[in-house]
């Protein structure tokens, strides 16, 4: 069992920055991959980035390439998502998730997931 608990969304104007963190805890793994996902009213849960364990490759769609940057503290079990130059279509609830394998962009993938923190992007 692992438990993922995310945090740091908010309320934040066009052209701002957040950070948000996901916290994992119980069984964890060496080798994994780290995701993190969005969904907003009405639409399917997107991908957003990932992190591969180990080596630290990552990976992103194509709308947040340049603006946001995913990382990971293995001390702390933490992954996290830095989020700049935001816009109102970033507006969603983020996940955070976890796989031991699998298509790294495919929310099917992922075998465990946080409940959710949302982010909201004013114009």
């Known amino acids: 069992q692992v438990q993922l608990v995310e945090s740091g969304g908010g309320l934040v104007q066009a052209g701002g920055s957040l950070r948000l963190s996901c916290a994992a805890s119980g069984r964890t793994f060496s080798s994994s991959v780290m995701g993190w996902f969005r969904q907003a009213p009405g639409k399917e849960r997107e991908f957003v980035a990932a992190?591969?364990?180990?080596?630290?490759?990552?990976y992103y769609t194509d709308s947040v390439k340049g603006r946001f940057t995913i990382s990971g503290d293995n001390a702390k079990n933490t992954v996290y998502l830095q989020m700049t130059s935001l816009k109102p279509e970033d507006t969603a609830v983020y996940y955070c998730?976890?796989?031991?394998?699998?298509?790294?962009?495919?929310?099917?993938?992922?075998?465990?997931w946080g409940q959710g923190t949302q982010v909201t992007v004013s114009s």
């Open positions: 998730a976890t796989s031991r394998s699998g298509i790294i962009k495919a929310h099917a993938s992922y075998d465990y």
């Open positions: 992190i591969i364990k180990p080596g630290g490759n990552t």
